[in-house]
């Protein structure tokens, strides 16, 4: 069993939806939760960076950790064409400093 | 602006060569990581460095080998031990003056076999 798991997709969504993009993982010692959105042919770019559980905001985005579930979300509202691109989660522990990461989520946003 | 540079962007290996991939980062971090990318696969560490002159394998780092001379360098040279060196590699950067701070990637270079 992979210490993260993350669904490939394909996602297609028309623009204007709530998109929910989710990970679940293994590791209880996981403290530290993060995604990435990574454009075709380009590094992943940080989106969204939290700590233990809770949710955090950041305009159009909003990502909740579940630590009893063991598992973490990003929610984007108000989908844009622009946002069709792959996104990442990726996790970390409290000691040493190696991260772990999901597959990645391919989404399309249609106009 | 702060950031990771990574070149070239394509890279183009013949049988038997070794070629090196470079990393620059302007962004004072100490740990620096080499990541390779596959459809499907993620993200998979090949090495990582956390302070000058010292790294670390990572799960895949047969074939490959690695250099910390400088806090701002961490090139990658792919050898021919790789017998299938074709993929996306991505280096990233993250800071240590606090605990966990999340890595920051640069644009990858993508090798090809020719």
């Known amino acids: 069993q992979k210490e993260v798991e993350q669904d490939p997709g394909p996602l297609s969504v028309p623009e204007g939806a709530i998109v929910s993009l989710n990970c679940t993982y293994s590791?209880?010692?996981?403290?530290?939760f993060m995604w990435y959105r990574q454009y075709s042919r380009k590094g992943p770019e940080l989106l969204m960076y939290t700590y233990s559980s809770g949710n955090k905001e950041d305009g159009r985005f909003t990502a909740q950790v579940d630590k009893s579930s063991k598992y973490i979300s990003l929610f984007i509202r108000d989908s844009q064409p622009s946002d069709s691109a792959t996104y990442l989660c990726?996790?970390?522990?409290?000691?040493?400093?190696?991260?772990?990461f999901g597959t990645g989520t391919s989404l399309t946003v249609i106009p | 602006d702060g950031g990771i540079t990574q070149s070239p962007k394509y890279l183009f290996r013949k049988e038997g060569q070794n070629v090196t991939l470079s990393c620059e980062q302007n962004?004072?971090?100490?740990?620096m990581y080499w990541y390779r990318q596959d459809p499907g696969q993620g993200l998979r560490l090949i090495y990582y460095?956390?302070?000058?002159?010292?790294?670390q394998k990572g799960d895949i780092a047969e074939g490959y080998s690695v250099s910390r001379e400088k806090k701002e360098s961490f090139p990658l040279t792919v050898t021919s031990a790789q017998k299938n060196p074709t993929a996306f590699y991505l280096c990233?950067?993250?800071?240590?003056?606090?605990?966990?701070?999340?890595?920051?990637f640069g644009d990858g270079t993508r090798l090809s076999i020719l």
């Open positions: 990726a996790m970390s522990m409290n000691t040493g400093n190696q991260f772990y």
């Open positions: 590791n209880s010692a996981f403290q530290y």
């Open positions: 460095s956390q302070i000058v002159n010292d790294f």
């Open positions: 990233a950067s993250s800071g240590l003056d606090r605990v966990n701070q999340p890595q920051h």
């Open positions: 962004l004072n971090h100490d740990a």
